[in-house]
């Protein structure tokens, strides 16, 4: 791309969050300049956690195969400081209403290459990789994009209708916006060491993971993508990360598990955990997303997760505003729906984070008495936006996936768009009007009613569901006339400025 080139969207920083984003935007049609500071991908793991929500993600921008690489998850036990079990539980969930299994663990780098693989190759994506932001001008019309390259210094300068910052936790863009961050008080030190095992295993749990707690400093172990290890030590407030990063260190910790010339180190640092968020997540043409609007500790294994929901939200309105189908305000609304999402993962992963720092063996503990419990997935409900009210229950929750009539999955014949799924006595009895009305919003209109779908509406006490093209429902029907009213809702949100409130 030239000196003064103009594409649509700018997405600056291209870890996971990135990535999905430009993957989406591509879909959509959109032309995307992807800049990242890194010239080739990080080569160790920084998030290794999945959910079933985020593999259905993948499935989205074609990457299902994906998973068969992936690592699926077991038991996770809390242990006392002498190594007493106090709490343990299932956590793996096996395959869930969306298709995929709960839980994995993946290994982000190959994730990464591939996708970046994907950008380079795509005819309306510009790379930008071993390139900094350095200047960001929103005049109203469009943004005048600066970025340095890293090996040279060279400046170019682009033109971008939106930019989106996924630059991570320390991101430029949001410190050139000028957003506040809002601090949910669980701020710890980690040290984290991943390690390729050359040899076997056997003195570790396999795919268990396990937390100790109880310690000065609480520590952690889990299978990341196999083979790979991770063990984890939480630093005190008076603890030297230096000391704790030599590598005399990383082997005295592994020794009673692995001799120090029985793996490989790929990682030993020490990273500061933060729970923020930051406030706006939209100013002008710029907009946040990933690390950059949100972070949080890892024990709920999340923020990846919540990263790919911010693109997956992000992506389809976008398109929708660059093509002039829906005004600027819709993008209001990701900020509205996202935050109090994602804000829901931040306060539970805190609380965690800062109950591992406290934890105590409880009065009389013995070996043998603990919970065992298997843990239900959590479905925060997203906020106010592109959605029917709370009087409809199902809306602004993550829709499942259920198999059609021939096998395949929900999405795969629906794609990256609205869709209208429900009883054909239901669906087959609406107005002319809203026919054409779903017609002129591309919506998918499934014309069959499965089982799976069958008895997913009638758990949810509906008949018939409009789905938006992030997976999560817009809003359900019992009769004709309402789901007249509910499409009529739709096209009013998507064409008209929406309120957030």
Known sequence: MTEGSRVDVAIIGCGTTGLMLARLLAMEGLSVAAVDRSRIPIGFPRATHLDDETVRAF??????????????????????????????????????????????????????????????????????????????????DDVDVTVRETSTSAETTFKASFVVGSDGANSPVRKLIGASQFDHQATHRQLIVDIHPLVGTERLPGRDAFIRGGIRNPFTYLMTAEPRLRFEEMLRPDDDAATFERSEHA????????????????????????SLTADPWRVGRVLLAGDAAHTMPPHLGQGACSGIRDATNLGWKLGRVV???????????????????????????????????????????????HEVSEVEPVRPRMGPGVRADDSDEAAGRASAQPRLEGGELMDDVVGYRFALVGDPAVVGAID??????LGRLNVEVLDQYPPEMRAWTANLDTAAVLIRPDRYIFGSATTAAELDDLVGRLGASLNAPVSAS
């Open 251 to 274: 082997y005295e910790l592994i020794e009673p598990y692995l001799a120090p010339h029985e793996y490989r180190i790929l990682r030993s640092d020490v990273y500061e955990w933060r």
């Open 59 to 140: 499935q989205t921008i074609g990457l299902q195969d994906l998973e068969k690489g992936f690592t699926p998850t077991a038991t996770y036990r809390f242990y006392d400081a002498d190594w007493r079990i106090v709490k343990e539980f299932v956590w793996s969930q096996g395959v869930t209403e969306q298709g995929w299994a709960s839980d994995y663990q993946f290994y982000q780098p190959d994730w990464e290459a591939i996708n970046r693989g994907y950008t380079e190759e795509d005819p309306n994506t510009s790379t930008y990789y071993g390139w900094t932001i350095v200047g960001l001008e929103d005049s109203g």
């Open 432 to 437: 002319p009007e809203t026919t054409q009305l």
């Open 323 to 369: 093509r002039g189908e829906s005004p600027p305000e819709l993008l209001d609304t990701y900020e509205s729906e996202r935050k109090p999402h994602v804000t829901t993962y931040t306060v539970l992963a805190a609380g965690m984070a800062n109950e591992i720092e406290s934890m105590e063996t409880p009065a009389g503990a013995t070996a043998g008495e």
